[in-house]
Protein backbone atom coordinates (compact mmCIF):
# COMPACT_ATOMS: atom_id res chain seq x y z
CA UNK A 1 0.00 0.00 0.00
CA UNK A 2 0.78 3.82 -0.16
CA UNK A 3 1.93 5.87 1.80
CA UNK A 4 -1.48 7.68 1.42
CA UNK A 5 -3.78 4.61 1.96
CA UNK A 6 -2.30 5.25 5.96
CA UNK A 7 -3.84 8.40 6.23
CA UNK A 8 -7.41 7.91 4.68
CA UNK A 9 -7.28 4.08 3.75
CA UNK A 10 -10.03 4.88 1.04
CA UNK A 11 -8.97 7.94 -0.23
CA UNK A 12 -7.36 5.83 -3.51
CA UNK A 13 -10.74 4.24 -4.51
CA UNK A 14 -12.61 7.81 -4.44
CA UNK A 15 -9.70 9.00 -6.55
CA UNK A 16 -9.98 6.66 -8.66
CA UNK A 17 -13.15 7.47 -8.89
CA UNK A 18 -13.20 10.45 -9.42
CA UNK A 19 -10.69 10.36 -12.55
CA UNK A 20 -12.67 7.59 -13.80
CA UNK A 21 -15.65 10.06 -14.27
CA UNK A 22 -13.72 13.17 -15.66
CA UNK A 23 -12.45 10.38 -18.63
CA UNK A 24 -16.18 9.17 -19.14
CA UNK A 25 -17.00 12.45 -19.25
CA UNK A 26 -14.20 13.41 -21.88
CA UNK A 27 -15.10 10.64 -23.63
CA UNK A 28 -18.94 11.61 -23.86
CA UNK A 29 -17.78 15.05 -24.80
CA UNK A 30 -15.33 13.96 -28.01
CA UNK A 31 -18.28 12.12 -29.03
CA UNK A 32 -20.32 14.95 -29.56
CA UNK A 33 -17.53 17.06 -30.75
CA UNK A 34 -17.21 16.87 -34.88
CA UNK A 35 -13.29 15.30 -34.94
CA UNK A 36 -11.78 13.38 -37.45
CA UNK A 37 -13.17 9.96 -36.91
CA UNK A 38 -9.56 8.11 -37.17
CA UNK A 39 -8.39 10.64 -34.33
CA UNK A 40 -12.14 9.64 -32.21
CA UNK A 41 -10.88 6.20 -32.63
CA UNK A 42 -7.07 6.53 -31.09
CA UNK A 43 -8.48 8.98 -28.40
CA UNK A 44 -11.60 6.34 -27.11
CA UNK A 45 -8.95 3.72 -27.55
CA UNK A 46 -6.74 5.18 -25.52
CA UNK A 47 -8.69 6.41 -22.83
CA UNK A 48 -10.53 3.03 -22.32
CA UNK A 49 -7.23 1.62 -21.98
CA UNK A 50 -6.38 4.29 -19.10
CA UNK A 51 -9.64 3.31 -17.44
CA UNK A 52 -9.24 -0.63 -17.63
CA UNK A 53 -5.49 -0.16 -16.05
CA UNK A 54 -6.66 2.08 -13.47
CA UNK A 55 -9.30 -0.06 -12.36
CA UNK A 56 -6.96 -3.07 -12.40
CA UNK A 57 -4.03 -1.23 -10.67
CA UNK A 58 -6.39 0.56 -8.08
CA UNK A 59 -9.25 -1.15 -7.63
CA UNK A 60 -8.18 -4.81 -8.19
CA UNK A 61 -4.99 -3.74 -6.79
CA UNK A 62 -2.72 -5.41 -9.52
CA UNK A 63 -0.32 -2.42 -8.52
CA UNK A 64 0.05 -4.34 -5.33
CA UNK A 65 0.55 -7.60 -6.68
CA UNK A 66 3.51 -9.35 -8.05
CA UNK A 67 4.46 -8.50 -11.87
CA UNK A 68 4.04 -11.99 -12.23
CA UNK A 69 0.42 -12.03 -12.04
CA UNK A 70 -0.14 -8.97 -13.83
CA UNK A 71 1.99 -9.78 -16.54
CA UNK A 72 -0.27 -13.60 -16.50
CA UNK A 73 -3.56 -11.40 -16.85
CA UNK A 74 -2.36 -8.66 -18.84
CA UNK A 75 -0.48 -10.56 -21.63
CA UNK A 76 -3.69 -13.18 -21.36
CA UNK A 77 -6.65 -11.13 -22.21
CA UNK A 78 -4.50 -8.99 -24.61
CA UNK A 79 -2.26 -10.95 -26.66
CA UNK A 80 -4.90 -12.94 -27.37
CA UNK A 81 -7.45 -11.05 -28.29
CA UNK A 82 -4.72 -9.30 -30.29
CA UNK A 83 -4.56 -11.94 -32.50
CA UNK A 84 -8.08 -12.79 -32.83
CA UNK A 85 -8.56 -9.59 -34.44
CA UNK A 86 -5.65 -9.72 -36.22
CA UNK A 87 -6.83 -13.02 -38.25
CA UNK A 88 -10.16 -11.69 -38.24
CA UNK A 89 -10.34 -8.46 -39.45
CA UNK A 90 -9.14 -9.56 -43.01
CA UNK A 91 -12.00 -11.94 -43.03
CA UNK A 92 -14.33 -9.66 -42.36
CA UNK A 93 -13.62 -7.53 -45.03
CA UNK A 94 -13.47 -10.24 -47.52
CA UNK A 95 -16.90 -11.21 -46.30
CA UNK A 96 -18.51 -7.44 -46.93
CA UNK A 97 -17.13 -7.64 -50.42
CA UNK A 98 -18.07 -10.76 -51.06
CA UNK A 99 -22.11 -9.74 -49.85
CA UNK A 100 -21.82 -6.67 -51.85
CA UNK A 101 -20.62 -8.23 -55.35
CA UNK B 1 1.02 -36.75 7.47
CA UNK B 2 3.27 -35.88 9.81
CA UNK B 3 4.65 -32.37 10.68
CA UNK B 4 7.62 -32.90 9.53
CA UNK B 5 7.55 -34.56 6.24
CA UNK B 6 4.15 -31.97 4.97
CA UNK B 7 7.11 -29.03 5.47
CA UNK B 8 9.66 -31.34 3.28
CA UNK B 9 6.38 -31.71 0.69
CA UNK B 10 5.99 -28.24 0.99
CA UNK B 11 9.24 -26.88 0.78
CA UNK B 12 9.71 -28.66 -1.99
CA UNK B 13 9.69 -26.85 -5.87
CA UNK B 14 6.32 -29.18 -6.58
CA UNK B 15 5.17 -29.48 -3.31
CA UNK B 16 2.55 -26.72 -3.43
CA UNK B 17 4.73 -24.50 -1.08
CA UNK B 18 5.93 -22.39 -4.09
CA UNK B 19 4.08 -19.39 -5.09
CA UNK B 20 4.78 -17.70 -8.55
CA UNK B 21 1.69 -14.91 -8.04
CA UNK B 22 2.99 -14.33 -4.44
CA UNK B 23 -0.89 -14.76 -3.38
CA UNK B 24 -2.92 -17.32 -1.77
CA UNK B 25 -4.63 -19.79 -3.97
CA UNK B 26 -7.79 -18.34 -3.50
CA UNK B 27 -6.59 -15.09 -5.07
CA UNK B 28 -5.11 -16.95 -7.89
CA UNK B 29 -7.88 -19.05 -8.38
CA UNK B 30 -9.87 -16.10 -8.59
CA UNK B 31 -7.54 -14.19 -10.84
CA UNK B 32 -7.20 -17.15 -13.43
CA UNK B 33 -10.87 -17.36 -12.99
CA UNK B 34 -11.22 -13.62 -14.38
CA UNK B 35 -8.71 -14.12 -17.35
CA UNK B 36 -10.66 -17.02 -18.40
CA UNK B 37 -13.96 -14.86 -18.29
CA UNK B 38 -12.50 -11.61 -19.80
CA UNK B 39 -11.15 -14.00 -22.67
CA UNK B 40 -15.00 -15.00 -23.16
CA UNK B 41 -16.03 -10.85 -24.04
CA UNK B 42 -12.94 -10.82 -25.73
CA UNK B 43 -14.76 -13.68 -28.33
CA UNK B 44 -18.00 -11.59 -27.74
CA UNK B 45 -16.09 -7.96 -28.49
CA UNK B 46 -14.12 -9.87 -31.26
CA UNK B 47 -17.47 -11.17 -33.18
CA UNK B 48 -18.98 -7.96 -32.41
CA UNK B 49 -16.10 -6.49 -34.47
CA UNK B 50 -15.98 -8.97 -37.13
CA UNK B 51 -20.05 -8.78 -37.63
CA UNK B 52 -19.61 -4.72 -37.66
CA UNK B 53 -16.78 -5.27 -40.11
CA UNK B 54 -18.74 -7.33 -41.74
CA UNK B 55 -21.81 -5.31 -42.28
CA UNK B 56 -22.88 -4.03 -46.10
CA UNK B 57 -25.41 -2.03 -43.93
CA UNK B 58 -23.77 1.14 -42.49
CA UNK B 59 -24.02 1.05 -38.75
CA UNK B 60 -26.25 3.35 -37.18
CA UNK B 61 -24.91 6.25 -35.58
CA UNK B 62 -25.36 5.33 -31.57
CA UNK B 63 -26.71 8.36 -30.67
CA UNK B 64 -29.34 8.28 -32.96
CA UNK B 65 -30.75 5.07 -31.26
CA UNK B 66 -29.90 5.00 -27.55
CA UNK B 67 -30.26 7.92 -25.10
CA UNK B 68 -26.32 8.59 -24.06
CA UNK B 69 -27.40 10.88 -21.31
CA UNK B 70 -28.91 7.31 -20.32
CA UNK B 71 -25.99 5.02 -21.16
CA UNK B 72 -23.77 7.83 -19.27
CA UNK B 73 -25.82 7.19 -16.03
CA UNK B 74 -25.60 3.67 -16.19
CA UNK B 75 -21.80 4.27 -16.23
CA UNK B 76 -21.90 6.65 -13.36
CA UNK B 77 -23.86 4.06 -11.33
CA UNK B 78 -21.94 1.20 -11.98
CA UNK B 79 -17.96 3.30 -10.98
CA UNK B 80 -19.90 4.44 -8.28
CA UNK B 81 -20.21 1.29 -7.29
CA UNK B 82 -16.59 0.32 -8.04
CA UNK B 83 -15.94 2.83 -5.42
CA UNK B 84 -18.18 1.46 -3.00
CA UNK B 85 -16.85 -1.98 -3.15
CA UNK B 86 -13.22 -0.79 -3.01
CA UNK B 87 -14.03 0.88 0.45
CA UNK B 88 -16.23 -2.37 1.86
CA UNK B 89 -12.74 -4.23 0.68
CA UNK B 90 -10.79 -1.28 2.46
CA UNK B 91 -12.93 -1.51 5.67
CA UNK B 92 -13.00 -5.33 5.81
CA UNK B 93 -8.95 -5.78 5.54
CA UNK B 94 -9.01 -3.07 8.82
CA UNK B 95 -11.19 -5.00 10.55
CA UNK B 96 -13.86 -2.61 10.37
CA UNK B 97 -17.23 -4.60 9.68
CA UNK B 98 -19.45 -2.36 9.96
CA UNK B 99 -18.58 0.33 7.59
CA UNK B 100 -17.61 -3.12 5.34
CA UNK B 101 -21.15 -3.97 5.89
CA UNK B 102 -22.57 -0.55 4.84
CA UNK B 103 -20.76 0.14 2.19
CA UNK B 104 -21.40 -3.61 0.37
CA UNK B 105 -25.42 -3.01 0.62
CA UNK B 106 -24.01 0.43 -0.79
CA UNK B 107 -22.84 -1.94 -3.69
CA UNK B 108 -25.48 -3.86 -4.34
CA UNK B 109 -28.12 -0.79 -4.17
CA UNK B 110 -25.53 0.33 -7.33
CA UNK B 111 -26.03 -2.76 -9.22
CA UNK B 112 -29.58 -3.20 -8.76
CA UNK B 113 -30.22 0.22 -10.32
CA UNK B 114 -27.86 -0.54 -13.03
CA UNK B 115 -29.45 -3.76 -13.66
CA UNK B 116 -33.02 -1.47 -13.41
CA UNK B 117 -31.89 1.01 -15.85
CA UNK B 118 -30.53 -1.82 -18.19
CA UNK B 119 -34.45 -3.93 -17.70
CA UNK B 120 -35.62 -0.28 -19.43
CA UNK B 121 -32.98 0.17 -21.91
CA UNK B 122 -33.83 -3.37 -23.09
CA UNK B 123 -37.65 -3.00 -23.03
CA UNK B 124 -37.27 0.62 -24.36
CA UNK B 125 -34.75 -1.10 -27.37
CA UNK B 126 -37.80 -3.96 -28.02
CA UNK B 127 -40.86 -1.76 -27.87
CA UNK B 128 -38.79 0.42 -31.29
CA UNK B 129 -38.45 -3.32 -32.81
CA UNK B 130 -35.43 -4.74 -31.91
CA UNK B 131 -35.28 -8.46 -32.06
CA UNK B 132 -32.01 -10.94 -31.60
CA UNK B 133 -32.13 -11.66 -35.57
CA UNK B 134 -32.86 -8.07 -36.61
CA UNK B 135 -35.17 -4.84 -36.27
CA UNK B 136 -39.14 -5.63 -37.28
CA UNK B 137 -39.95 -4.90 -40.65
CA UNK B 138 -42.22 -1.11 -40.30
CA UNK B 139 -40.74 -0.46 -36.99
CA UNK B 140 -39.28 2.43 -36.01
CA UNK B 141 -35.77 0.53 -36.25
CA UNK B 142 -36.66 -0.86 -38.98
CA UNK B 143 -37.20 2.43 -40.83
CA UNK B 144 -33.88 3.43 -39.61
CA UNK B 145 -32.57 0.82 -41.73
CA UNK B 146 -30.26 -1.22 -39.08
CA UNK B 147 -28.32 -4.05 -40.00
CA UNK B 148 -29.06 -7.15 -37.80
CA UNK B 149 -25.84 -7.19 -36.58
CA UNK B 150 -26.77 -4.16 -34.75
CA UNK B 151 -29.61 -5.08 -32.13
CA UNK B 152 -27.65 -8.79 -32.35
CA UNK B 153 -24.51 -8.03 -30.74
CA UNK B 154 -26.63 -5.27 -28.27
CA UNK B 155 -28.49 -8.31 -27.14
CA UNK B 156 -25.51 -10.60 -26.79
CA UNK B 157 -22.94 -8.32 -25.33
CA UNK B 158 -25.22 -6.20 -23.01
CA UNK B 159 -26.91 -9.65 -21.89
CA UNK B 160 -23.70 -11.59 -21.12
CA UNK B 161 -22.64 -8.60 -18.89
CA UNK B 162 -26.06 -8.04 -17.21
CA UNK B 163 -26.24 -11.78 -16.37
CA UNK B 164 -22.93 -11.08 -14.63
CA UNK B 165 -24.33 -7.90 -12.90
CA UNK B 166 -26.69 -10.63 -11.74
CA UNK B 167 -24.42 -13.30 -10.26
CA UNK B 168 -22.06 -10.54 -8.91
CA UNK B 169 -25.40 -8.97 -7.03
CA UNK B 170 -26.38 -12.74 -5.45
CA UNK B 171 -22.50 -12.83 -4.35
CA UNK B 172 -22.53 -9.38 -2.92
CA UNK B 173 -26.01 -10.10 -1.47
CA UNK B 174 -24.50 -13.33 0.57
CA UNK B 175 -21.05 -11.57 1.27
CA UNK B 176 -22.97 -8.66 2.76
CA UNK B 177 -25.11 -10.90 4.92
CA UNK B 178 -22.18 -13.50 6.18
CA UNK B 179 -20.33 -9.75 6.60
CA UNK B 180 -22.65 -8.15 9.30
CA UNK B 181 -22.75 -11.71 11.22
CA UNK B 182 -19.07 -11.78 10.88
CA UNK B 183 -18.77 -15.00 9.20
CA UNK B 184 -16.71 -13.76 5.90
CA UNK B 185 -13.17 -13.14 6.55
CA UNK B 186 -11.52 -10.28 5.15
CA UNK B 187 -10.29 -12.26 2.18
CA UNK B 188 -13.90 -13.20 1.03
CA UNK B 189 -14.96 -9.75 0.53
CA UNK B 190 -11.59 -9.25 -1.35
CA UNK B 191 -12.58 -11.91 -3.61
CA UNK B 192 -16.07 -10.67 -4.35
CA UNK B 193 -15.02 -7.28 -4.89
CA UNK B 194 -12.07 -8.80 -7.99
CA UNK B 195 -15.33 -10.32 -9.48
CA UNK B 196 -17.20 -6.99 -8.76
CA UNK B 197 -14.41 -4.65 -10.51
CA UNK B 198 -14.42 -7.17 -13.49
CA UNK B 199 -18.06 -6.50 -14.22
CA UNK B 200 -17.18 -3.13 -14.23
CA UNK B 201 -14.33 -3.14 -16.53
CA UNK B 202 -16.17 -4.97 -19.41
CA UNK B 203 -18.49 -2.32 -18.88
CA UNK B 204 -15.68 0.37 -19.68
CA UNK B 205 -14.95 -1.93 -22.77
CA UNK B 206 -18.38 -2.52 -24.26
CA UNK B 207 -19.58 1.49 -23.19
CA UNK B 208 -16.58 2.29 -25.62
CA UNK B 209 -16.74 -0.39 -28.48
CA UNK B 210 -20.46 -0.75 -28.94
CA UNK B 211 -22.05 2.94 -27.61
CA UNK B 212 -19.40 5.65 -28.52
CA UNK B 213 -17.27 4.49 -31.46
Not at chain 1, 3 to 16: E, F, I, K, L, Q
Not at chain 1, 66 to 92: C, Q
Not at chain 2, 110 to 133: K, M
Not at chain 2, 140 to 159: D, K, R
Request: neutral net charge; aromatic residues 14%; proline residues 4%.
Amino acid sequence: MSDTSHANPYRVYWVTWGILLVITVSMLAAELLHLPRWFLIGFLVSFMMVKALMIGGNFMHLRYEKANLAVMVFTGIMVTSLILLAFITPESWNVMHQTLR
Amino acid sequence: MSDASHAAVMEAHWGGGAAPFGASWQKTMMWIFIVTDGLLFSGLLCGYAFLRMASPLPWPKQTEVFSMPFIALMTFILITSSATMGTAVGASKLGDRKTATRFLFLTILGGAAFLGCQAYEWTHFIGEGARLAGALAGSELGHLGVPPQFPATFFVLTGFHGSHVFSGLVILTITAIRTALGKTPAQGVEMAGLYWHFVDLVWVFIFTLFYLL
